[in-house]
T-cell receptor, first 114, second 113 residues
Framework: AQSVTQLGSHVSVSEGALVLLRCNYSSSVPPYLFWYVQYPNQGLQLLLK??????LVKGINGFEAEFKKSETSFHLTKPSAHMSDAAEYFCAVTSNSGYSTLTFGKGTMLLVSP | EAQVTQNPRYLITVTGKKLTVTCSQN?????MSWYRQDPGLGLRQIYY???????DKGDVPEGYKVSRKEKRNFPLILESPSPNQTSLYFC????????????FGQGTRLTVV
């Protein structure tokens, strides 16, 4: 079984401030981890993913995330928030063991103020 | 262009009137899934398919049906919709090998009155 916990349903930052969105996972096999972003009235768009190899992964729009096995975490960061980053962010986990469901966290709404 | 196409984008219907939401992908992906998104609950998987004629229940299958007669299509069927099925629905597809990124459709906002 696998699960994802996103800490904080809403996170507010000022424009230019650091963005930190937290994601912890549980998985009985080596995980594949993803962050997706959803802008209003749109589908989900992949921000970045970790499958194997380098544990610090860079994605689109200046976001990055670090896979920490010991902490079972995959937190999403961006050094400087922009107004256009305001959206809902979802962390998700799957694995490479046959068919594995893609399991999502409940999402974190990022609010960016001027 | 690689894409997942859902139709319709918006639908208002009445309780008990059968409806179908279509989903088509052009990436030759084996895996396809349906999710519903509700405030505070994230995305929950309704049904998934590992290949043609292979489907299985996800976490919230009650009140839904699916079929996978062709690899590219995965329609979601609500035989007798009820108000608690009012939600935002997403279809997704992904490859069974290598890159496991899921591609999502634009969503279908369903209201059952």
């Amino acid at each position: 079984a696998q699960s994802v916990t996103q800490l904080g349903s809403h996170v507010s930052v000022s424009e230019g401030a650091l963005v930190l969105l937290r994601c912890n996972y549980s998985s009985s096999v080596p995980p594949y981890l993803f962050w997706y972003v959803q802008y209003p009235n749109q589908g989900l768009q992949l921000l970045l993913k970790y499958t194997t190899g380098a544990t610090l992964v860079k994605g689109i729009n200046g976001f990055e995330a670090e896979f920490k096995k010991s902490e079972t975490s995959f937190h999403l960061t961006k050094p400087s928030a922009h107004m256009s980053d305001a959206a809902e962010y979802f962390c998700a986990v799957t694995s490479n063991s046959g068919y594995s469901t893609l399991t999502f966290g409940k999402g974190t709404m990022l609010l960016v103020s001027p | 262009e690689a894409q997942v196409t859902q139709n319709p984008r918006y639908l208002i219907t009445v309780t008990g009137k059968k409806l179908t939401v279509t989903c088509s992908q052009n990436m030759n992906h084996e895996y396809m899934s349906w999710y519903r998104q509700d405030p505070g609950l994230g995305l929950r998987q309704i049904y998934y398919s590992m290949n043609v004629e292979v489907t299985d229940k996800g976490d919230v299958p009650e009140g839904y049906k699916v079929s996978r007669k062709e690899k590219r299509n995965f329609p979601l069927i609500l035989e007798s919709p009820s108000p608690n099925q009012t939600s935002l629905y997403f279809c997704a597809s992904r490859s069974s090998t290598g890159n496991t990124e899921a591609f999502f459709g634009q969503g279908t906002r369903l209201t059952v009155v």
